[in-house]
């Protein structure tokens, strides 16, 4: 599932692509997820911006002054594989024309969504409603985030609830703990321990972000840009999707388990399962 850096790195790739231009038509047969599109309809882009794993789209009304009053939104979530293309093809789920040509939503899977808002209003989006700060934003504070994880259950699925940092998922939460050496399943971490991953999220989210993401494997599903370019930021995966191969740190194999209903790579020997009371 694309995360944040690979929605941002379609923000900053779109951006040169769509910034001032007007939507012509957005064209879908899906209505139940892509909803309210023909409000964007005669509006043009003034902005690309991204909360966590959403890409936002700023539209005003073409050739009026600015005001933000009536400004509405173009939010799209890509799901689990979606993403943007510069041609049709047999997954292009809905059709963005602009007065400068057309972007092709590409979803082989179906999860993508997208809707048009009042700017701010995510009334019916509750995970973009309650999201936490982004993690490479001043925002998110190290004293905020240890006194949160001090309280928290297993801190994997802490993190994909998107509630105490945004934008984090399975690719980058996996690496993320592996780096602080904390097991995912751990609980009610020490301020120290919580130091160190916020840390390491920090670290993992900018390299993960310069190397334009993570594309994983060669399926029509996996995340490319509009171009087809791939993220190089798999190449430097230290945990995630490599069980059975040595630990870059200590050697020993390492695992993969199911927790929260996710897959999670753990070295069973960096990452060891602290005691609540240890």
């Not at 023909?38 to 050739?63: F, I, Q, T």
Request: aromatic residues 6%; positive net charge; charged residues 25%.
């Amino acid at each position: 599932m694309p995360e944040l850096p690979e929605v941002e790195t379609t923000r900053r790739k779109l951006e040169p692509l769509l910034m001032g231009r007007t939507i012509l038509e957005i064209t879908h047969d899906a209505p139940h997820r892509y909803r309210d599109t023909h409000r964007a309809h005669g509006r043009r882009v003034r902005g690309l911006s991204r909360r966590g794993k959403y890409l936002m789209l700023h539209l005003a009304a073409a050739g009026a002054a600015e005001d933000e009053r009536h400004d509405l939104e173009l939010v799209v979530h890509l799901g689990m594989t979606g993403g943007f293309r510069l041609q049709e093809g047999p997954h292009t789920r809905a059709v963005l024309t602009t007065d400068a040509g057309s972007l092709y939503f590409h979803d082989p899977r179906r999860f993508g969504k997208m809707a048009v808002v009042p700017a701010g209003e995510y009334r019916g989006m509750p995970t973009l409603l309650a999201m936490g700060p982004e993690p490479l934003s001043e925002d998110f504070r190290e004293e905020d985030f240890a006194r949160l994880a001090a309280r928290a259950g297993a801190v994997k699925p802490w993190l994909l609830s998107q509630k105490p940092v945004s934008g984090v998922g399975n690719i980058y939460a996996d690496e993320s703990l592996w780096r602080a050496r904390i097991h995912p399943a751990q609980t009610h971490l020490t301020r120290e321990e919580a130091g160190r991953l916020y840390h390491a999220i920090r670290a993992v989210m900018h390299e993960a972000v310069e190397a334009g993401g993570s594309s994983l494997g060669d399926g029509l599903g996996n995340y490319r840009q509009h171009d087809g370019e791939r993220g190089s930021f798999q190449g430097r995966h230290n945990v995630y999707g490599r069980a059975g191969a040595p630990c870059p740190r200590c050697g020993t194999p390492l695992q993969k388990t199911v927790l929260g209903g996710r897959g999670t790579h753990v070295c069973p020997r960096c990452q060891l399962l602290r005691r609540r009371d240890a």
